[in-house]
């Protein structure tokens, strides 16, 4: 064979076409292969014309296609298919070639593949990809993880088919073995709280604001052109404004309220637990899905019938507008602040190196959560790399002191109004527990020693006491 492929690409489902023809149209030959032959062709028969492509029907064909060190991209199922493609290419490969996973892989399983195939020399790349089937062709953002001296080899193509911001790549080396999956299932657990604090915005300019979807759309697309800016702003205004073609009724009226989620979110809380890192809003977000979608506990309340007030149009003290803006923002700063510092812990834990800012620069663009502030976090991070939390950072200390009064306006109102609104209430919940002097933590080791002598820490002196409860007269010993 005379042309070599400088990539390959196998699993050639939406994701893997389009991130196949987004590296041909970068002028990259790129060799093909999927499990079944038929959707290879189909690919070189549609798009052929777009770029070189060089497709291959057995796996050894494909990885004598590519030139060395070979670079191929798994674009695959997360979980059991990922191995199984593992294990049909890796005995082919040589020293010093690289497996990229492309999917959304759990860290967990992207560090022991890179163990495992750095034994035999190989190069296992974890790398998040963010953007959907329109990013994967036009410009995703790219997290790669993995060995830093693959990225010399390969950084150079993500780098050209990711999106751009200023001609700047929405790409970089996140950090050694998961860091890259690590980044991408953080970036999806932010999205769902992203999507979560929307969904309460709409639902209080609607039930408390009276206001009908379509209405609320263009308030959407208002809030578009400020600081709340971004990609899931932008297309909630689209789905607001969506009217059923069958019934003539607002396309989200026709939609069962049930959220579905492939487990991304899940797993940011699940690893934020691990790491012990309060992501609140990640959570709520996903204990909101699973709410929505638990039919048979809903209908057992419905029948019940739980008592509440039902909202009404017009409740709020204040312009519910303004005001549901400000805690929209507010609580979208809390949810990134806390994703920022989950992203810092894991980073800590498994010597990542992860530089923060960057990762807030490459997902300027291309990814689901591609929003105006991202600049900001940016420009914090810059001013201060090892920041504790974004709260603290000018723009959006600013911003937060700002939103206070309607923040805590919008909370009550939709208590009094028995509307759902667990991410904005622990948004605000997670941020007065941040500034509060003391917390009731102190009652808690209290009762923690009382049960189980796990003993406290005093304000006034050094050391670890335990009090004696059992005694008549409670002594506090040193434990
Ligand atoms: C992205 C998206 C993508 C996917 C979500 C959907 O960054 O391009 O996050 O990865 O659409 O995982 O997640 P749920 O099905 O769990 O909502």
């Given at each position: 064979?005379?042309?070599?492929?400088?990539?390959?690409?196998?699993?050639?489902?939406?994701?893997?076409?389009?991130?196949?023809?987004?590296?041909?149209?970068?002028?990259?030959?790129?060799?093909?292969?999927?499990?079944?032959?038929?959707?290879?062709?189909?690919?070189?028969?549609?798009?052929?014309?777009?770029?070189?492509?060089?497709p291959?029907?057995?796996?050894?064909?494909?990885?004598?296609?590519?030139?060395?060190?070979?670079?191929?991209?798994?674009?695959?199922?997360?979980?059991?298919?990922?191995?199984?493609?593992?294990?049909?290419?890796a005995?082919?490969?040589?020293?010093?070639?690289?497996?990229?996973?492309?999917?959304?892989?759990?860290?967990?399983?992207?560090?022991?593949?890179?163990?495992?195939?750095?034994?035999?020399?190989?190069?296992?790349?974890?790398?998040?990809?963010?953007?959907?089937?329109?990013?994967?062709?036009?410009?995703?953002?790219?997290?790669?993880?993995?060995?830093?001296?693959?990225?010399?080899?390969?950084?150079?193509?993500?780098?050209?088919?990711?999106a751009?911001?200023?001609?700047?790549?929405?790409?970089v080396?996140?950090?050694?073995?998961?860091?890259?999956?690590?980044?991408?299932?953080?970036?999806?657990?932010?999205?769902?709280?992203?999507?979560?604090?929307?969904?309460?915005?709409?639902?209080?300019?609607?039930?408390?604001?009276?206001?009908?979807?379509?209405?609320?759309?263009e308030?959407?697309?208002?809030?578009?052109?400020?600081?709340?800016?971004?990609?899931?702003?932008?297309?909630?205004?689209?789905?607001?404004?969506?009217?059923?073609?069958?019934?003539?009724?607002?396309?989200?009226?026709?939609?069962?309220?049930?959220?579905?989620?492939?487990?991304?979110?899940?797993w940011?809380?699940?690893?934020?637990?691990?790491?012990?890192?309060?992501?609140?809003?990640i959570?709520?977000?996903?204990?909101?899905r699973?709410?929505?979608?638990?039919?048979?506990?809903?209908?057992?309340?419905?029948?019940?019938?739980?008592p509440?007030p039902?909202?009404?149009?017009?409740?709020?003290?204040?312009?519910?507008?303004?005001?549901?803006?400000?805690?929209?923002?507010?609580s979208?700063?809390?949810?990134?602040?806390?994703?920022?510092?989950?992203?810092?812990?894991?980073?800590?834990?498994?010597?990542?190196?992860?530089?923060?800012?960057?990762?807030?620069?490459?997902?300027?663009?291309?990814?689901?959560i591609?929003?105006?502030?991202?600049?900001?976090?940016?420009?914090?991070?810059?001013?201060?790399?090892?920041?504790?939390?974004?709260?603290?950072?000018?723009?959006?200390?600013?911003?937060?002191?700002?939103?206070?009064?309607a923040?805590?306006?919008?909370?009550?109102?939709a208590?009094?109004?028995?509307?759902?609104?667990?991410?904005?209430?622990?948004?605000?919940?997670?941020?007065?527990?941040?500034?509060?002097?003391?917390?009731?933590?102190?009652?808690?080791?209290?009762?923690?020693?009382?049960?189980?002598?796990?003993?406290?820490?005093?304000?006034?002196?050094?050391?670890?006491?335990?009090?004696?409860?059992?005694?008549?007269?409670?002594?506090?010993?040193?434990?």
């Open positions: 064979m005379s042309e070599k492929a400088q990539i390959g690409v196998t699993g050639l489902a939406v994701m893997g076409r389009n991130l196949a023809r987004n590296f041909a149209r970068h002028g990259h030959t790129v060799a093909l292969h999927n499990r079944s032959y038929g959707r290879t062709k189909e690919l070189v028969e549609e798009f052929g014309h777009e770029g070189k492509f060089i291959s029907e057995s796996a050894a064909d494909f990885v004598a296609s590519l030139e060395r060190p070979r670079r191929v991209v798994i674009m695959v199922k997360a979980g059991g298919p990922t191995d199984a493609v593992i294990d049909e290419f005995p082919l490969l040589e020293p010093g070639d690289m497996l990229i996973d492309a999917g959304n892989a759990h860290y967990l399983d992207t560090r022991r593949r890179e163990a495992a195939l750095k034994e035999k020399g190989l190069h296992f790349v974890g790398a998040g990809v963010s953007g959907g089937e329109e990013g994967a062709l036009h410009g995703p953002s790219i997290m790669p993880g993995g060995p830093k001296e693959s990225y010399d080899a390969l950084g150079p193509l993500l780098e050209d088919i990711s751009k911001v200023d001609g700047e790549p929405c790409c080396h996140v950090g050694p073995d998961g860091a890259g999956h690590f980044v991408k299932m953080v970036h999806n657990g932010i999205e769902y709280a992203d999507m979560q604090l929307i969904a309460e915005a709409y639902d209080l300019l609607r039930q408390v604001g009276g206001h009908q979807p379509a209405e609320i759309a308030i959407f697309k208002g809030w578009n052109e400020g600081r709340l800016g971004s990609y899931l702003i932008e297309i909630t205004a689209e789905v607001l404004k969506q009217v059923d073609a069958s019934s003539g009724k607002p396309f989200v009226d026709v939609v069962q309220d049930q959220a579905e989620q492939k487990g991304t979110g899940r940011t809380v699940q690893a934020a637990l691990d790491l012990g890192v309060p992501v609140s809003g959570a709520e977000s996903v204990f909101a699973a709410l929505s979608g638990g039919a048979d506990v809903r209908k057992a309340a419905a029948d019940a019938g739980l509440g039902s909202p009404s149009a017009g409740a709020h003290g204040g312009d519910l507008q303004a005001d549901v803006e400000q805690a929209l923002f507010a979208k700063i809390v949810a990134y602040a806390q994703g920022f510092q989950q992203i810092q812990a894991a980073s800590k834990e498994y010597d990542w190196e992860i530089d923060p800012g960057a990762m807030a620069k490459i997902w300027r663009a291309g990814c689901i591609r929003a105006k502030f991202l600049d900001y976090i940016k420009q914090a991070y810059d001013k201060q790399p090892t920041l504790s939390t974004l709260l603290v950072d000018d723009y959006f200390l600013d911003a937060v002191s700002g939103a206070q009064d923040w805590r306006r919008v909370v009550a109102t208590a009094q109004q028995g509307i759902p609104a667990p991410g904005f209430a622990s948004a605000l919940a997670y941020y007065d527990g941040l500034r509060a002097k003391r917390l009731p933590a102190a009652l808690i080791q209290g009762q923690r020693d009382f049960f189980g002598a796990h003993t406290y820490r005093r304000v006034d002196k050094e050391g670890s006491f335990h009090t004696l409860w059992a005694t008549d007269d409670r002594t506090e010993v040193e434990a």
